[in-house]
């Protein structure tokens, strides 16, 4: 059987963690903290190969037919 690395695969965004200085900057330019961010799970197939812990947070850069890309916010969270 052959095993897909499902992260490599055409339709799975681009996942990228960001800095502590770039959560700051993304927690007040949206007047948000980490709890009101949506969740993505420490397991979930697309970032698990990545070093991740509870409460990073992942940028999420999607390709979009009408505006070119499109960005996401995640928090990290165990299951």
Known sequence: MVEIEISK???VPKHVKISEKEVEA???KYNVSKKQLPKILKNDPAIKDMDLKS???L???R???TCGESTYYRV???A
Do not use: M
């Open 9 to 11: 695969h055409e339709f």
């Open 26 to 28: 993304l927690l007040f």
């Open 55 to 57: 409460g990073d947070i």
């Open 59 to 61: 940028k999420i850069i």
């Open 63 to 65: 390709k979009s037919p």
């Open 76 to 78: 990290v969270v165990n």
